[in-house]
Protein backbone atom coordinates (compact mmCIF):
# COMPACT_ATOMS: atom_id res chain seq x y z
CA UNK A 1 0.00 0.00 0.00
CA UNK A 2 1.74 3.05 -1.26
CA UNK A 3 -0.80 5.63 0.78
CA UNK A 4 -1.87 5.67 4.17
CA UNK A 5 -5.33 3.95 5.25
CA UNK A 6 -8.00 6.35 3.41
CA UNK A 7 -10.70 4.74 5.76
CA UNK A 8 -9.39 4.44 9.52
CA UNK A 9 -12.72 4.30 11.40
CA UNK A 10 -15.80 2.33 10.68
CA UNK A 11 -17.74 5.59 12.18
CA UNK A 12 -16.26 7.31 8.57
CA UNK A 13 -19.56 6.47 6.50
CA UNK A 14 -22.62 7.99 5.94
CA UNK A 15 -25.73 8.20 8.99
CA UNK A 16 -28.24 6.57 6.99
CA UNK A 17 -26.27 3.56 6.88
CA UNK A 18 -26.44 3.25 10.28
CA UNK A 19 -30.45 3.73 10.06
CA UNK A 20 -30.80 1.93 7.05
CA UNK A 21 -28.50 -0.83 8.74
CA UNK A 22 -30.90 -1.13 11.97
CA UNK A 23 -34.01 -1.40 10.33
CA UNK A 24 -31.99 -3.90 7.77
CA UNK A 25 -30.80 -5.69 10.74
CA UNK A 26 -34.49 -6.24 12.14
CA UNK A 27 -36.48 -6.52 9.59
CA UNK A 28 -34.45 -7.63 6.08
CA UNK A 29 -31.11 -9.63 8.23
CA UNK A 30 -31.61 -12.32 4.59
CA UNK A 31 -31.30 -10.08 2.09
CA UNK A 32 -28.65 -10.40 -0.06
CA UNK A 33 -27.78 -7.77 -2.57
CA UNK A 34 -25.61 -7.13 -5.17
CA UNK A 35 -24.02 -3.56 -5.85
CA UNK A 36 -21.65 -2.16 -8.35
CA UNK A 37 -19.14 0.43 -8.87
CA UNK A 38 -19.89 2.80 -12.35
CA UNK A 39 -17.22 5.99 -12.97
CA UNK A 40 -19.44 8.23 -14.94
CA UNK A 41 -16.94 10.26 -16.52
CA UNK A 42 -15.71 9.82 -19.62
CA UNK A 43 -12.25 10.68 -19.94
CA UNK A 44 -11.18 9.04 -16.45
CA UNK A 45 -9.33 6.15 -16.54
CA UNK A 46 -7.73 3.89 -13.64
CA UNK A 47 -4.26 2.79 -14.09
CA UNK A 48 -3.12 -0.99 -13.01
CA UNK A 49 -1.08 1.56 -10.02
CA UNK A 50 -4.07 2.63 -8.57
CA UNK A 51 -6.13 -0.34 -9.27
CA UNK A 52 -3.80 -1.91 -7.18
CA UNK A 53 -3.86 0.33 -4.19
CA UNK A 54 -7.98 0.30 -4.14
CA UNK A 55 -7.79 -2.75 -3.61
CA UNK A 56 -5.19 -2.83 -0.84
CA UNK A 57 -6.92 -0.25 0.81
CA UNK A 58 -10.29 -1.85 0.92
CA UNK A 59 -8.23 -4.46 2.51
CA UNK A 60 -7.43 -1.84 5.31
CA UNK A 61 -11.00 -1.04 5.63
CA UNK A 62 -11.81 -4.82 6.03
CA UNK A 63 -9.35 -5.04 8.94
CA UNK A 64 -11.42 -2.50 11.02
CA UNK A 65 -13.64 -3.16 14.03
CA UNK A 66 -16.01 -0.92 15.79
CA UNK A 67 -13.85 0.16 19.09
CA UNK A 68 -16.43 0.38 22.36
CA UNK A 69 -15.59 4.52 22.36
CA UNK A 70 -17.50 4.59 18.82
CA UNK A 71 -20.19 2.51 19.54
CA UNK A 72 -20.98 4.32 22.85
CA UNK A 73 -21.20 7.43 20.58
CA UNK A 74 -23.73 5.50 17.70
CA UNK A 75 -25.45 3.79 20.99
CA UNK A 76 -26.30 7.66 22.00
CA UNK A 77 -28.07 8.98 18.85
CA UNK A 78 -31.57 8.60 20.38
CA UNK A 79 -33.21 6.04 17.47
CA UNK A 80 -30.64 3.66 17.88
CA UNK A 81 -31.03 0.73 19.81
CA UNK A 82 -29.39 -2.08 22.16
CA UNK A 83 -29.58 -5.10 19.73
CA UNK A 84 -28.24 -3.29 16.57
CA UNK A 85 -25.21 -1.59 18.63
CA UNK A 86 -24.23 -5.49 19.99
CA UNK A 87 -24.57 -6.67 16.18
CA UNK A 88 -22.24 -3.86 15.32
CA UNK A 89 -19.83 -4.59 18.50
CA UNK A 90 -18.93 -7.92 16.27
CA UNK A 91 -19.48 -6.74 12.80
CA UNK A 92 -16.18 -6.19 10.31
CA UNK A 93 -16.52 -5.89 6.64
CA UNK A 94 -15.38 -9.23 4.75
CA UNK A 95 -13.09 -8.55 1.52
CA UNK A 96 -14.15 -12.27 0.45
CA UNK A 97 -17.31 -10.37 -0.58
CA UNK A 98 -15.75 -7.76 -2.61
CA UNK A 99 -14.31 -8.58 -6.67
CA UNK A 100 -12.36 -5.75 -7.83
CA UNK A 101 -10.61 -5.88 -11.57
CA UNK A 102 -9.75 -3.93 -14.43
CA UNK A 103 -12.72 -5.48 -16.63
CA UNK A 104 -14.07 -2.28 -17.30
CA UNK A 105 -13.57 1.41 -19.55
CA UNK A 106 -12.68 3.10 -17.07
CA UNK A 107 -10.13 0.40 -15.48
CA UNK A 108 -11.56 -0.12 -12.57
CA UNK A 109 -14.63 -2.74 -12.20
CA UNK A 110 -16.24 -3.00 -8.39
CA UNK A 111 -18.68 -5.30 -6.66
CA UNK A 112 -19.99 -6.43 -3.91
CA UNK A 113 -21.93 -9.32 -3.20
CA UNK A 114 -23.65 -10.18 0.30
CA UNK A 115 -26.00 -10.12 2.95
CA UNK A 116 -27.86 -6.30 2.33
CA UNK A 117 -26.55 -6.08 6.18
CA UNK A 118 -23.06 -6.30 4.94
CA UNK A 119 -22.75 -4.99 1.67
CA UNK A 120 -25.00 -1.61 2.57
CA UNK A 121 -21.70 -0.39 4.81
CA UNK A 122 -19.19 -1.17 2.40
CA UNK A 123 -21.09 1.91 -0.69
CA UNK A 124 -19.45 4.89 0.81
CA UNK A 125 -16.11 3.88 2.21
CA UNK A 126 -15.11 2.01 -1.18
CA UNK A 127 -16.10 5.63 -3.28
CA UNK A 128 -14.33 7.61 -0.35
CA UNK A 129 -11.27 5.06 -1.22
CA UNK A 130 -11.65 5.01 -5.05
CA UNK A 131 -11.76 9.38 -4.49
CA UNK A 132 -8.52 9.48 -2.57
CA UNK A 133 -6.84 7.13 -4.54
CA UNK A 134 -7.22 9.05 -7.87
CA UNK A 135 -6.69 12.10 -7.21
CA UNK A 136 -3.38 11.39 -5.39
CA UNK A 137 -2.17 9.44 -7.32
CA UNK A 138 -3.05 11.44 -10.96
CA UNK A 139 -2.38 15.27 -10.09
CA UNK A 140 -0.24 16.91 -7.53
CA UNK A 141 -2.05 16.65 -4.60
CA UNK A 142 -0.38 19.57 -2.31
CA UNK A 143 -1.75 21.88 -5.22
CA UNK A 144 -5.03 20.86 -5.17
CA UNK A 145 -5.23 21.17 -1.44
CA UNK A 146 -4.18 24.15 -1.46
CA UNK A 147 -6.62 25.36 -4.09
CA UNK A 148 -9.45 23.32 -2.31
CA UNK A 149 -8.58 25.78 0.86
CA UNK A 150 -8.74 29.10 -0.89
CA UNK A 151 -11.97 28.00 -2.09
CA UNK A 152 -13.53 26.57 0.89
CA UNK A 153 -12.29 29.91 2.50
CA UNK A 154 -13.95 31.97 -0.29
CA UNK A 155 -17.00 30.06 0.08
CA UNK A 156 -17.23 30.88 3.87
CA UNK A 157 -16.56 34.48 3.39
CA UNK A 158 -19.53 34.79 1.32
CA UNK A 159 -21.73 33.25 3.63
CA UNK A 160 -20.19 35.28 6.83
CA UNK A 161 -20.49 38.49 4.77
CA UNK A 162 -23.87 37.59 4.00
CA UNK A 163 -23.33 37.54 0.30
CA UNK A 164 -24.98 34.17 0.45
CA UNK A 165 -27.98 33.19 2.46
CA UNK A 166 -28.75 29.26 2.63
CA UNK A 167 -30.63 29.00 6.60
CA UNK A 168 -29.66 25.52 7.66
CA UNK A 169 -27.03 23.35 5.97
CA UNK A 170 -25.17 20.38 6.34
CA UNK A 171 -22.04 18.59 4.77
CA UNK A 172 -22.99 16.07 2.66
CA UNK A 173 -20.18 14.94 0.78
CA UNK A 174 -17.78 11.82 1.91
CA UNK A 175 -18.17 9.52 -0.88
CA UNK A 176 -16.63 12.21 -3.34
CA UNK A 177 -14.53 14.02 -1.36
CA UNK A 178 -10.94 14.99 -2.37
CA UNK A 179 -9.61 13.47 0.73
CA UNK A 180 -9.64 12.53 4.19
CA UNK A 181 -7.44 15.57 5.43
CA UNK A 182 -9.68 17.64 2.97
CA UNK A 183 -13.47 16.58 4.37
CA UNK A 184 -11.91 17.11 7.94
CA UNK A 185 -11.11 20.54 7.45
CA UNK A 186 -13.66 21.26 5.91
CA UNK A 187 -16.07 20.24 9.01
CA UNK A 188 -13.70 21.86 11.09
CA UNK A 189 -14.14 25.57 9.41
CA UNK A 190 -17.74 24.96 9.19
CA UNK A 191 -18.13 24.09 12.63
CA UNK A 192 -17.03 27.80 13.23
CA UNK A 193 -19.41 29.30 11.15
CA UNK A 194 -21.72 30.27 13.91
CA UNK A 195 -19.09 31.34 16.74
CA UNK A 196 -19.58 34.55 17.33
CA UNK A 197 -23.74 34.43 16.16
CA UNK A 198 -23.22 36.65 13.02
CA UNK A 199 -23.66 34.41 10.24
CA UNK A 200 -27.44 33.99 9.09
CA UNK A 201 -26.82 30.68 7.61
CA UNK A 202 -26.41 28.00 9.84
CA UNK A 203 -23.96 24.84 9.76
CA UNK A 204 -25.78 22.18 11.45
CA UNK A 205 -23.71 18.74 11.10
CA UNK A 206 -22.43 16.66 8.86
CA UNK A 207 -23.24 13.21 7.44
CA UNK A 208 -19.66 11.43 8.36
CA UNK A 209 -20.20 10.10 11.09
CA UNK A 210 -16.60 9.96 12.16
CA UNK A 211 -16.58 14.12 11.81
CA UNK A 212 -19.59 14.81 13.45
CA UNK A 213 -18.16 12.97 16.44
CA UNK A 214 -14.61 14.45 16.15
CA UNK A 215 -16.17 18.27 16.25
CA UNK A 216 -19.76 18.03 18.23
CA UNK A 217 -21.76 18.26 15.56
CA UNK A 218 -25.23 17.15 14.14
CA UNK A 219 -25.31 13.59 12.45
CA UNK A 220 -27.35 13.98 9.46
CA UNK A 221 -29.00 11.91 7.27
CA UNK A 222 -32.02 9.30 7.33
CA UNK A 223 -32.64 7.09 4.30
CA UNK A 224 -31.41 5.78 0.57
CA UNK A 225 -32.86 4.88 -2.71
CA UNK A 226 -31.49 1.68 -1.76
CA UNK A 227 -34.15 1.13 0.93
CA UNK A 228 -36.84 1.69 -1.15
CA UNK A 229 -35.80 -0.16 -3.86
CA UNK A 230 -34.27 -3.25 -2.08
CA UNK A 231 -38.04 -3.25 0.32
CA UNK A 232 -39.94 -2.70 -2.62
CA UNK A 233 -38.41 -4.58 -5.37
CA UNK A 234 -36.52 -7.36 -3.02
CA UNK A 235 -39.58 -9.20 -2.96
CA UNK A 236 -40.86 -10.61 -5.73
CA UNK A 237 -44.52 -10.61 -4.66
CA UNK A 238 -44.44 -6.99 -4.10
CA UNK A 239 -45.36 -4.43 -7.58
CA UNK A 240 -42.31 -1.80 -7.83
CA UNK A 241 -44.99 1.00 -8.82
CA UNK A 242 -45.94 0.22 -5.18
CA UNK A 243 -41.85 0.44 -3.42
CA UNK A 244 -42.76 3.39 -1.82
CA UNK A 245 -45.36 2.19 0.54
CA UNK A 246 -43.56 -1.00 1.20
CA UNK A 247 -40.51 1.36 2.15
CA UNK A 248 -42.28 3.98 4.21
CA UNK A 249 -44.23 1.49 6.09
CA UNK A 250 -41.06 -0.68 7.15
CA UNK A 251 -39.32 2.58 8.42
CA UNK A 252 -42.83 3.65 10.62
CA UNK A 253 -42.14 0.02 11.78
CA UNK A 254 -38.87 0.57 13.10
CA UNK A 255 -38.67 4.74 14.28
CA UNK A 256 -42.61 5.78 14.55
CA UNK A 257 -42.30 9.68 14.34
CA UNK A 258 -38.13 9.74 14.68
CA UNK A 259 -35.86 9.70 12.11
CA UNK A 260 -38.32 10.98 9.76
CA UNK A 261 -37.46 12.57 6.00
CA UNK A 262 -38.51 10.12 3.53
CA UNK A 263 -36.83 10.21 -0.12
CA UNK A 264 -39.04 11.35 -2.83
CA UNK A 265 -37.93 10.21 -6.19
CA UNK A 266 -36.17 6.78 -6.19
CA UNK A 267 -39.73 5.81 -8.89
CA UNK A 268 -40.28 9.39 -9.35
CA UNK A 269 -42.05 12.22 -7.16
CA UNK A 270 -45.81 11.57 -9.02
CA UNK A 271 -45.75 8.17 -7.67
CA UNK A 272 -44.50 9.06 -4.08
CA UNK A 273 -47.40 11.16 -4.32
CA UNK A 274 -49.68 8.05 -4.59
CA UNK A 275 -48.36 6.63 -1.14
CA UNK A 276 -47.66 9.87 0.38
CA UNK A 277 -51.31 10.28 1.69
CA UNK A 278 -52.26 11.80 5.20
CA UNK A 279 -50.68 9.13 7.59
CA UNK A 280 -46.81 9.05 6.08
CA UNK A 281 -47.15 12.85 5.37
CA UNK A 282 -47.72 13.37 9.28
CA UNK A 283 -45.39 11.05 10.59
CA UNK A 284 -42.60 11.63 8.42
CA UNK A 285 -40.96 15.36 9.74
CA UNK A 286 -40.19 15.98 6.12
CA UNK A 287 -38.94 15.32 2.56
CA UNK A 288 -35.73 15.37 0.50
CA UNK A 289 -35.26 16.11 -2.93
CA UNK A 290 -32.22 14.69 -4.69
CA UNK A 291 -33.16 14.69 -8.74
CA UNK A 292 -35.11 16.97 -10.63
CA UNK A 293 -35.81 20.95 -11.01
CA UNK A 294 -35.86 21.36 -7.13
CA UNK A 295 -38.45 24.80 -7.92
CA UNK A 296 -40.86 22.57 -9.66
CA UNK A 297 -40.36 19.46 -7.07
CA UNK A 298 -40.80 22.24 -3.69
CA UNK A 299 -44.03 23.76 -5.23
CA UNK A 300 -44.91 20.40 -5.64
CA UNK A 301 -44.48 18.85 -2.23
CA UNK A 302 -45.70 22.47 -0.52
CA UNK A 303 -49.15 21.58 -3.24
CA UNK A 304 -49.29 18.36 -1.75
CA UNK A 305 -49.38 18.93 2.11
CA UNK A 306 -51.86 21.74 1.53
CA UNK A 307 -54.18 19.02 -0.72
CA UNK A 308 -53.76 17.05 2.64
CA UNK A 309 -54.68 19.48 5.27
CA UNK A 310 -51.14 19.88 6.52
CA UNK A 311 -49.30 23.20 6.95
CA UNK A 312 -46.18 22.72 4.88
CA UNK A 313 -44.65 25.56 7.67
CA UNK A 314 -44.17 22.25 9.97
CA UNK A 315 -42.70 20.29 7.40
CA UNK A 316 -39.00 20.53 6.20
CA UNK A 317 -37.94 20.50 2.76
CA UNK A 318 -34.40 18.91 2.06
CA UNK A 319 -32.44 20.12 -1.09
CA UNK A 320 -29.64 17.77 -1.75
CA UNK A 321 -29.09 17.30 -5.61
CA UNK A 322 -25.74 18.54 -7.05
CA UNK A 323 -25.81 22.10 -4.98
CA UNK A 324 -23.88 24.67 -4.47
CA UNK A 325 -24.20 27.98 -2.46
CA UNK A 326 -25.60 30.13 -5.29
CA UNK A 327 -27.96 27.96 -5.85
CA UNK A 328 -29.00 26.65 -2.53
CA UNK A 329 -29.40 30.40 -2.19
CA UNK A 330 -31.91 31.07 -4.72
CA UNK A 331 -33.83 27.68 -3.65
CA UNK A 332 -33.76 29.13 -0.16
CA UNK A 333 -35.06 32.70 -1.02
CA UNK A 334 -38.18 31.08 -3.36
CA UNK A 335 -39.11 29.17 -0.54
CA UNK A 336 -37.98 30.04 3.42
CA UNK A 337 -41.48 32.06 3.75
CA UNK A 338 -43.59 29.23 3.05
CA UNK A 339 -41.87 25.69 4.17
CA UNK A 340 -38.97 25.06 6.35
CA UNK A 341 -36.21 24.51 3.83
CA UNK A 342 -32.90 22.95 4.43
CA UNK A 343 -29.65 21.59 2.23
CA UNK A 344 -27.21 18.55 2.55
CA UNK A 345 -24.22 19.88 -0.21
CA UNK A 346 -21.59 17.38 -0.95
CA UNK A 347 -19.00 17.59 -3.58
CA UNK A 348 -19.08 21.61 -3.80
CA UNK A 349 -18.01 21.72 -0.20
CA UNK A 350 -15.81 18.40 0.11
CA UNK A 351 -14.14 18.70 -3.47
CA UNK A 352 -13.96 22.14 -4.94
CA UNK A 353 -10.43 22.43 -6.62
CA UNK A 354 -8.90 23.58 -9.89
CA UNK A 355 -9.35 19.96 -11.52
CA UNK A 356 -12.80 18.04 -12.61
CA UNK A 357 -14.12 15.64 -9.90
CA UNK A 358 -15.03 12.36 -10.27
CA UNK A 359 -18.55 11.00 -10.81
CA UNK A 360 -18.72 7.86 -9.48
CA UNK A 361 -21.10 5.94 -7.91
CA UNK A 362 -21.67 2.34 -6.29
CA UNK A 363 -25.59 1.24 -6.54
CA UNK A 364 -27.32 -1.75 -5.98
CA UNK A 365 -28.67 -3.78 -8.72
CA UNK A 366 -29.53 -6.71 -7.48
CA UNK A 367 -31.78 -7.72 -4.45
CA UNK A 368 -32.20 -11.56 -3.65
CA UNK A 369 -30.97 -12.01 -7.06
CA UNK A 370 -33.50 -10.08 -8.91
CA UNK A 371 -33.16 -6.53 -10.53
CA UNK A 372 -33.57 -3.53 -8.92
CA UNK A 373 -33.61 0.23 -10.41
CA UNK A 374 -34.64 3.44 -9.70
CA UNK A 375 -36.18 5.78 -12.19
CA UNK A 376 -35.98 9.29 -10.70
CA UNK A 377 -36.77 12.90 -11.46
CA UNK A 378 -33.89 13.14 -13.80
CA UNK A 379 -33.63 10.97 -17.10
CA UNK A 380 -30.40 8.75 -17.20
CA UNK A 381 -29.80 8.55 -13.55
CA UNK A 382 -31.07 5.11 -13.86
CA UNK A 383 -28.47 2.44 -13.15
CA UNK A 384 -29.15 -1.59 -13.81
CA UNK A 385 -27.48 -4.71 -15.54
CA UNK A 386 -30.70 -5.54 -17.10
CA UNK A 387 -32.58 -2.62 -19.80
CA UNK A 388 -35.51 -4.80 -19.76
CA UNK A 389 -36.24 -4.59 -15.86
CA UNK A 390 -36.16 -0.62 -16.73
CA UNK A 391 -38.54 -0.53 -19.11
CA UNK A 392 -40.55 -3.00 -16.88
CA UNK A 393 -40.13 -0.87 -13.79
CA UNK A 394 -41.44 2.42 -16.22
CA UNK A 395 -44.28 0.73 -17.09
CA UNK A 396 -45.50 -0.51 -14.03
CA UNK A 397 -45.33 3.08 -12.92
CA UNK A 398 -46.91 4.64 -16.03
CA UNK A 399 -49.77 1.94 -14.72
CA UNK A 400 -49.87 3.49 -10.86
CA UNK A 401 -50.19 6.71 -12.25
CA UNK A 402 -52.99 6.48 -14.83
CA UNK A 403 -54.94 4.68 -11.80
CA UNK A 404 -56.16 5.37 -8.32
Known amino acids: ?60 YCQLSFTEDELEYIKGIKWMKESYIDFLRLWKPRFEDFTISDDSECGLSIEAYGTWLNTSMYEIPTLAIVNEVYFRMKYDYGELLESFEERLDEKINKLKNGD ?155 FSDALDFERADKICKRFMDRTKVAFGIGTYISNDTCVDTLNVVMKVTECNNQDVA ?26 RLKHK
Open 164 to 318: IFISTFSEFGLRRRLSAEAQDMAVRKLSHLNDDNKCTSKFIGTSNVYLAKKYNVVPVGTMAHEWIMCVGQGNHKHNPAYSNWYALDAWVKEYGILNGTALTDTITTDCFFKDFQLTFATLFSGVRQDSGDPMEWGEKMINHYNNLGINPKDKTLL
Open 1 to 60: MRLRPVITSLLETDLYKFSMGQAIYHQFSDYKTTWTFKCRNKDVYFTKEMLEEIKEQIKS
Open 374 to 399: KISDTTGKEMCKNPAYVEYLQRCIDW
